[in-house]
Nanobody, 123 residues
Framework: QVHLAESGGGLVQAGGSLLLSCASS????????MGWFRRSPGKERYLVAA????????YYADSVKGRFNISRDNAKSMMYLQMNSLKPEDTAVYYC????????????????WGQGTQVTVSS
């Protein structure tokens, strides 16, 4: 099993920034792909960003390209999402997710995910 715990959400004005963190524990060696998806009321899960084990491959949804940056520190079992130039439409619960492979993440095949952290962007 893999346990994921998000932190760093909150309320921010449009144009502001937030840094989300994800701490992983357990059998993290079985999950090489990690990422963030978000969910807004009445909407499907939306993959925001993903990263492979080495950090050499990353994916960003078109809506966040140039504004968000995903990174990971395997030595600390941590993953991060730096969110800049936030917009009201970024408001959602953000979930840290892990997949058995990076490709699984891109196919939205999430093996594990956390409890989520609320991000609210006011206009």
């Amino acid at each position: 099993q893999v346990h994921l715990a998000e932190s760093g959400g909150g309320l921010v004005q449009a144009g502001g920034s937030l840094l989300l963190s994800c701490a992983s524990s357990g059998r993290t060696s079985i999950t090489s792909g990690m990422g963030w998806f978000r969910r807004s009321p009445g909407k499907e899960r939306y993959l925001v960003a993903a990263i492979n084990w080495s950090g050499g491959n990353t994916y960003y949804a078109d809506s966040v390209k140039g504004r968000f940056n995903i990174s990971r520190d395997n030595a600390k079992s941590m993953m991060y999402l730096q969110m800049n130039s936030l917009k009201p439409e970024d408001t959602a619960v953000y979930y840290c997710a892990a997949g058995l492979t990076y490709s699984d993440l891109l196919r939205k095949e999430y093996a594990y995910w956390g409890q989520g952290t609320q991000v609210t962007v006011s206009s």
